[in-house]
């Protein structure tokens, strides 16, 4: 936690601070609904807030001093500044650059949250290590992780997502990583990059900013490395994946586990992943030549990748008494899609699948959503429940509200195994929520 003073705070940011007394504030908030006593209240302002309203507020609740880029009425030292959302970044800068863990920086169209849950459980093992927590890896979110660095951390691990081109090399700027990993890029999010190439090079801004000594790392079955190795700041690059250093074989597939063995360096160890799906032993030999890259012993990679687990809405299993739930509704793209229905294809019995719209996919978003569908019917899926506009073009049974979804459930399909999937906007959390809350009370 971020521990100095406001003078200090007022020179980091080039901002003008309205008072001489000395006081120190032990940690920084953005958000008056969160612990504030004795630390650094920040006023962002973004489309939909505005944290200038709660000054009075964060006084009240103890804040030591505030950050604002208008007039506030508060009787607390401010530090008047341009702009308070490039004020947080520069301090979290800062602090990044006083302390000297391994900084680890990952993205991917799929895959970086799992790549970086799997090597918090690796890494964590082994020495204290901060990692972002949930989805918080944007313009705000890494900032916010970094504010949190202690001079115990040896390693930081920094998730960073990306809408926009340049996105990515605004967090590298503020993280600075000494390595960076790229899972896979792939068409997520397209309509707001404009164009495949358009997405590869935004992903591949998590290289440019490695300095010559730094290392990239990046999954061998990619069409994208040249372009990724022509923006490298680094040659120092390693690859996962077949016919590389770090590769899998023997991979067997049973429901909720996935057996593998992980080969490097002539050597060879067993692991017996607790998670759904083919696709996370990409994002575990991601993690794994990582952790390889680091110096952890093998033993230690094996005990944290076979401690991982799924994350909430994440190919996560949910056994309830009269079905059974695979929890894919955080956020979907036509990748993601395909690797949750090889998923729940491994199950026996009844197979359901209640799918949303996919969205930012530009102008291809149809043919996509078509061919989704037509991967479904042709996955031994039983039924294929939709929702959302785009979701027409599965060409299953369309509905047009989550409790529609819920009624079909309850009275049509017992005993099966349910892949609930879509963008966050189809907030298909919910129906999870619901179906959860049912079982329980019943």
């Not at 709660?54 to 401010?78: M, Q």
């Not at 916010?144 to 998730?159: A, S, V």
């Not at 989704?372 to 509905?399: C, M, P, V, W």
Request: with cysteine; proline share 2%.
């Amino acid at each position: 936690m971020l521990s100095t003073s406001i003078q200090k705070i007022a020179e980091v940011v080039n901002g003008k601070l309205n008072s001489n007394e000395a006081i120190e504030f032990n940690g920084v908030c953005t958000d008056t609904r969160s612990e504030i006593n004795g630390k650094l209240f920040i006023a962002l302002e973004g489309p939909n807030f505005d944290a200038h309203s709660f000054a009075k507020r964060a006084e009240e609740l103890g804040a030591s001093a505030i950050i604002a880029h208008k007039k506030i009425n508060s009787n607390l030292p401010v530090i008047q500044v341009k702009n308070t959302e490039k004020a947080y970044q520069d301090i979290a800068a800062w602090n990044r650059q006083s302390h000297s863990p391994a900084v680890i920086a990952i993205t991917g169209s799929n895959g970086k949250t799992s790549t970086k849950n799997m090597l918090n459980s690796i890494l964590s093992l082994d020495a204290p290590t901060l990692c972002t927590k949930g989805n918080l890896n944007n313009h705000l979110g890494v900032p916010k992780t970094l504010l949190e660095l202690e001079e115990k951390d040896q390693f930081c691990i920094i998730e960073m997502g990306a809408n926009h081109k340049h996105e990515i090399t605004l967090l590298c700027a503020i993280a600075r990583p000494d390595i960076s990993v790229i899972t896979n890029a792939n068409n997520a999010h397209l309509g707001e990059f404009g164009s495949e190439q358009n997405l590869v090079k935004a992903k591949g801004e998590i290289l440019e900013s490695l300095s010559k000594d730094g290392l990239a790392i990046i999954n061998k079955s990619s069409p994208h490395i040249k372009v990724w190795k022509e923006m490298s700041g680094t040659e120092n690059l390693t690859f996962f994946g077949d016919d590389s250093a770090v590769f899998a074989s023997d991979i067997e597939e049973n429901k909720s586990k996935i057996n593998f063995n992980l080969n490097f360096n002539g050597k060879s160890i067993n692991i017996n992943l607790s998670m759904i799906g083919l696709h996370q032993v990409d994002n575990a030999l991601a993690a794994a030549s990582c952790a390889l890259e680091l110096g952890i012993k093998p033993n230690i990679i094996k005990k944290g990748l076979e401690n991982a687990l799924s994350e909430k809405g994440r190919l996560e299993l949910i056994e309830l008494e009269n079905f059974r739930i695979l929890d894919d509704s955080y956020n979907a793209n036509p990748q993601s899609m395909k690797a949750a229905i090889d998923a729940i294809s491994n199950f026996s019995g009844e197979k359901v699948l209640v799918l949303g719209s996919m969205a930012e996919l530009g102008k291809d978003s149809i043919k996509l959503h078509q061919e989704i569908g037509e991967y479904a019917r042709q996955s031994n899926i039983h039924h294929l429940l939709t929702i959302g506009e785009d979701a027409k073009e599965y060409q299953g049974k369309q509905f047009e509200d989550i409790n529609s979804i819920y009624k079909s459930i309850q009275n049509n399909h017992q005993g099966s195994t349910i892949l609930i999937k879509g963008s966050r906007m189809m907030r298909l959390n919910e129906l999870v929520d619901i179906l959860i809350n049912t079982a329980n009370s019943s």
